[in-house]
């Protein structure tokens, strides 16, 4: 694994780096390394823990959640230093209505946390994402939203009229918080909760982010391209298992390259 910033020479009062790690010992090797990504002009050093062999890019996954959280982190404190408040709260599901674009690496990773569900809120949670599935057919919208030569993001106002919630949202919150998609992680707003409802470009003002992991690990992932997150266990179902043709490393170094 590479230092892409170099090693400097590290002040008694640098921050501590940033740790972040993917991969079980038991599953195999694991390689670490140190890296230091620009982050808004400002060096952050990493200490990165991936697997060290060839696998699928869902194996990396856990490092991408968590850069994705640190840039949303970073940006909704900047975000305060200018006196906008992030309205985004436990209890405010409605952006969990609009198209949520994720990879394949994604996909495979919520079908798994699907998977570990206890019954019966496993089969409940099935139900929604086949009705969810069934709604978007319904609409015609299927091709439009799966077309991954096209990439119809802007089929993403046609899916929000239709008020799907997301399989996941329980009470008005994210039921997988810690495992939500990395767009989930990313959207921040400090517009009014309410204008979320019926979101307009002038309506909400949505946090710029230092970089962009989602479409990092989308550019990284392309093979398989972006799906709507309610059609994660068709994919998972139906298409082929991941390529494992690039190693740990390798897949880290693509998605870092693309922020
Ligand atoms: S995964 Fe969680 S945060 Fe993302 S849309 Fe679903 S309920 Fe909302």
Redesign the pocket.
Known sequence: MDDRAGEPATPDSAPPAERLSAGDPAQGPLAAGKVTLVMGGEPVAFELTVPAGPVAVEEVLPIFQGLSSLFAERAATRAALEGRTVSCRAGC?A????L?PIAAAEARA?ARVVRSLPEPRQTVVRERFAAAVEAVADAGLFDQLTDLSERRFEAGHDYFRLGI??????DE?????P???L???E?LVASPAENCRSPTAEGIDKLTLEGDPSLAVLKADLRDGWLP?VHALVFDETAPPSPLDRTGPEILADVLGRL
Do not use: M, T, W
């Open positions: 599901g952006c969990c209505r609009q949520v919520l919630a997301c399989p996941f949202l329980e919150a994210c039921s997988i918080h495992d939500r998609p767009s989930c992680r959207y997150l």
